[in-house]
């Protein structure tokens, strides 16, 4: 018996910062082209954020000597300001993630459905450092 279940993956920061700025360098373009990348021979030169429901989001990704690059886009089923978002990517894939504060402080749970062409723990390490040069990014702004 064949199931259409796909899996999930969840990646998980804390970030030394409040909740309203933790929301603002999430998704404020001009913040995401400066944390989203999983290292540091990669880097996004181009961010849009129609921040609603219905609303389209896209990161332009490169490897920074030019050998490869792709689109990273989708459209918003939910946003909650200050507390979720909701997305389904491109390739029909759901994500979603919490924000929650404990004032000074404010974590940031993500889950994603995973892809088949790498293998799970490849985009778990991958998610988690874009989500860990986010934390380094926030903290140091």
């Not at 933790?22 to 849009?48: C, M």
């Not at 050998?67 to 459209?75: A, E, H, I, L, R």
């Not at 088949?116 to 040069?133: R, Y």
């Amino acid at each position: 018996m064949e199931t259409n279940e796909k899996t999930k993956i969840t990646v998980q920061t804390t970030i030394a910062a409040p909740l309203e700025k933790t929301w603002a360098f999430w998704t404020d373009p001009l913040h995401i082209v400066k944390w989203n990348s999983p290292s540091q021979d990669w880097h996004t030169p181009a961010a849009e954020n129609d921040l609603r429901r219905g609303g389209k989001f896209l990161s332009r990704m490169e490897a920074k000597d030019g050998s490869f690059g792709f689109d990273f886009w989708g459209v918003y089923d939910e946003v909650v300001p200050n507390e979720r978002i909701a997305y389904t990517i491109g390739d029909g894939r759901k994500t979603e993630i919490i924000f929650s504060s404990t004032g000074s402080t404010t974590s940031i749970t993500e889950t994603f459905e995973a892809e088949n062409e790498n293998p799970v723990e490849m985009q778990q390490d991958g998610w988690q450092a874009i989500l860990e040069n986010f934390k380094t990014y926030t903290e140091s702004h």
